[in-house]
């Protein structure tokens, strides 16, 4: 098994930044790969980025240049750094766990974009 607690979300304003955090604990050596999804109100969970093991990274062709994801393996850490946030950019983030068995998620946070 896996835990994850997201953490660093909230109200911010457009042009504005916020980090999130998800911390994992459990099982830690099964995961392969860690990432953030998000889904807006009705609209389908969609992937923002995810981190390797291997430390290779990937994202979505609309959070290229502004997001950046890192991970603390000491902390059994995964971050986002969120910068140029839109309103566009309102949901609920996830984080999320990949191993050769199940998929884990976290419950999420809250990120609202608005002035």
């Known amino acids: 098994q896996v835990q994850l607690v997201e953490s660093g979300g909230g109200l911010v304003q457009p042009g504005g930044s916020l980090r999130l955090s998800c911390a994992a604990s459990?099982?830690?050596?099964?995961?392969?790969?860690m990432g953030w999804y998000r889904q807006a109100p009705g609209k389908e969970r969609e992937l923002v980025a995810a981190?390797?093991?291997?430390?290779?990274?990937i994202y979505a062709d609309s959070m290229k240049g502004r997001f950046t994801i890192s991970r603390d393996n000491a902390k059994n850490t995964v971050y986002l750094q969120m910068n140029s946030l839109k309103p566009e950019d309102t949901a609920v983030y996830y984080c999320?766990?990949?191993?050769?068995?199940?998929?884990?998620w976290g419950r999420g946070t809250q990120v609202t974009v608005s002035s």
């Open positions: 999320n766990a990949l191993t050769i068995g199940p998929m884990y």
């Open positions: 459990g099982k830690i050596v099964s995961i392969d790969r």
């Open positions: 981190i390797t093991s291997g430390g290779s990274t």
